[in-house]
């Protein structure tokens, strides 16, 4: 089970953590984020390979989103700085175990996992 949190309003220009709390542990998971925006596919935004803080990242969110990991908390973080009204979204936390070290996708065909999602608003 995932549970995501941290979400909400935030005007251009702001910050946002998010976390998503893992019932099981990570570690030999991997872990992605992922955001629909109303009409819109959902898209991948970052992922963590299993076992390792080897990282990947949409080119629309590149520099300014940071996906981290805590495996004694099994808690995935994603640090979004720099919103803008394009960022406005579900976001989704989504995991799949894999075999240590095996790299991550941000495809949602790759997760077997999924939270409930969370808000995120970028608005003046």
């Known amino acids: 089970q995932l549970v995501e949190s941290g979400g909400g309003l935030v005007q251009p220009g702001g910050s946002l953590r998010l976390s998503c709390a893992a019932s099981e542990r990570i570690l030999d998971h991997a872990m992605g984020w992922f955001r629909q925006a109303p009409g819109k596919e959902r898209e991948g935004v970052s992922c963590?390979?299993?076992?390792?803080?080897?990282?990947t990242y949409a080119d629309s969110v590149k520099g300014r989103f940071t996906i981290s990991r805590d495996n004694d908390q099994n808690t995935v973080y994603l640090e979004m700085n720099s919103l803008n009204p394009e960022d406005t979204a579900v976001y989704y936390c989504?995991?799949?175990?894999?075999?240590?070290?095996?790299?991550?996708?941000?495809?949602?065909?790759?997760?077997?996992?999924w939270g409930q999602g969370t808000q995120v608003t970028v608005n003046s």
């Open positions: 989504a995991a799949v175990r894999k075999r240590l070290f095996a790299p991550c996708e941000l495809d949602t065909a790759g997760y077997s996992s």
């Open positions: 963590l390979n299993s076992g390792l803080d080897f990282a």
